[in-house]
């Protein structure tokens, strides 16, 4: 069974970057796509960019300028980093899998969320 | 960006009623659309991908319909942990966008 564990600071100061880790277990990271969403409190889901099995990143426009995501085979881990965070920033942050079924992209797996807030 | 949106946005039923919840895109994509399932401080749940093709372990009482611009999500007989909130997503084009979420509460 696939699990995602995401880890990171929950408090951030307004312009700093703010940086998760993602840890799978129970199976190879390098046979999927990984992605991350958010979800402001209280508010709906948006996601925010993935990385495929070679590597290749794509990132929601809004955001493409301040997002960075990487993966780390060795240790079966992926990561984001968001700069110049700013209040907007707060949210829950979810690393999760991506899969393609019925010739169709789905998020199948996700990690439990982590809220990250952004204040002084 | 694809726009979904969903309604109701919020709606009250009892355990053993039809609840059927609609996903219109801003645009056409084709069957690209899944649902999601999720609770209180859970992470979501895929119910349905590429429109009507039921998750493995779903329940067979969630059933999803569409095609194009216009999707639905049917809840046959309401059972008590199927109250939450449900998600449409866009798997058509990047930047992937959900809708904005229908509540299902206890009337």
């Known amino acids: 069974q696939v699990q995602l564990q995401e880890s990171g600071p929950g408090l951030v100061k307004p312009s700093e970057t703010l940086s998760l880790t993602c840890t799978v277990s129970?199976?190879?990271?390098?046979?999927?796509?990984w992605s991350w969403i958010r979800q402001p409190p209280g508010k709906g889901l948006e996601w925010i960019g993935y990385?495929?099995?070679?590597?290749?990143?794509k990132y929601t426009p809004s955001l493409k300028s301040r997002v960075t995501i990487s993966v780390d085979t060795s240790k079966n881990q992926f990561s984001l980093k968001l700069s110049s965070v700013t209040a907007a920033d707060t949210a829950v942050y979810f690393c999760?899998?991506?899969?393609?079924?019925?010739?169709?992209?789905?998020?199948?797996?996700w990690g439990q969320g982590t809220l990250v807030t952004v204040s002084p | 960006d694809i726009q979904m949106t969903q309604s109701p946005s919020s709606l009250s039923a009892s355990v053993g009623d039809r609840v059927t919840i609609t996903c219109r895109a801003s645009q056409s994509i084709s069957s690209y659309l899944n649902w999601y399932q999720q609770k209180p401080g859970k992470a979501p749940k895929v119910l349905m991908s590429a429109a009507s093709s039921l998750q493995s372990g779903v329940p067979s009482r969630f059933s999803g319909s569409g095609s194009g611009t216009d999707f639905t999500l049917s809840i046959s007989s309401l059972q008590p942990e199927d109250f939450a909130t449900y998600f449409c997503q866009q798997s058509y084009s990047i930047p992937w966008t959900f809708g904005q979420g229908t509540k299902v509460e206890v009337k």
């Open positions: 129970g199976g190879s990271i390098s046979s999927y796509s």
């Open positions: 990385i495929d099995n070679s590597g290749s990143t």
């Open positions: 999760a899998r991506v899969s393609f079924w019925s010739g169709n992209y789905i998020i199948d797996y």
